[in-house]
T-cell receptor, first 109, second 110 residues
């Protein structure tokens, strides 16, 4: 079946440093979504990317979809303690969603 | 996510017992999903349903069963056949491509 890998699995940064997580799919994706899960919480939808090479920004967060639609990245500029949590990508195949393994971000004040 | 209720938040069962996890939604979404989350493995799809009285197996359906008798409800039964049932279970609905997750049920089987 479809596989979606994410790296790194864990990332510790000093507050103010940048952070990037990468998502790679074994197959071409029709679209990709990003979710954030706070510690002890549930995943919350952040954004969806559909077009090849698409770049979207949400304040300090920048999301990119690869040209081949097989990879994606999430970049956070100048991290804050509120950014703590696990970030998941998810690729859609028909009615199913394949989630990446997630990147757990710790921000050290 | 305020429109999806999962109860209870924590559930404890003895090995060999079946247990049913509740998922109720008032978002009027047709599609509903059940995921299992284990540390370091992300979310894995157990079952999903696009409409009432219809559901499909996900990647890890063995040892689980579901029903979809009402649009609002999609209960998941963890049977004794599930080898490693201890996990965090998340229910979700979908509108277009966006999924909305419930607060989850943490099941511990000893």
């Amino acid at each position: 079946g479809q596989q979606v890998m994410q790296i790194p699995q864990y990332q510790h940064v000093q507050e103010g440093e940048d952070f990037t997580t990468y998502c790679n799919s074994s197959t071409t994706l029709s679209n990709i979504q990003w979710y954030k899960q706070r510690p002890g919480g549930h995943p919350v939808f952040l954004i969806q990317l559909v077009k090849s090479g698409e770049v979207k920004k949400q304040k300090r967060l920048t999301f990119q979809f690869g040209e081949a639609k097989k990879n994606s990245s999430l970049h956070i500029t100048a991290t804050q303690t509120t950014d703590v949590g696990t970030y998941f990508c998810a690729g859609q195949d028909g009615n199913q969603f394949y989630f990446g393994t997630g990147t757990s971000l710790t921000v050290i004040p | 996510d305020g429109g999806i209720t999962q109860s209870p938040k924590y559930l404890f069962r003895k090995e060999g017992q079946n247990v049913t996890l509740s998922c109720e939604q008032n978002l009027n979404h047709d599609a509903m999903y059940w995921y299992r989350q284990d540390p370091g493995q992300g979310l894995r799809l157990i079952y999903y349903s696009q409409i009432v009285n219809d559901f499909q197996k996900g990647d890890i359906a063995e040892g689980y069963s579901v029903s979809r008798e009402k649009k609002e409800s999609f209960p998941l039964t963890v049977t004794s056949a599930q080898k490693n049932p201890t996990a965090f279970y998340l229910c979700a609905t979908r509108l277009a491509r966006e999924q909305y997750f419930g607060p989850g049920t943490r099941l511990t089987v000893t």
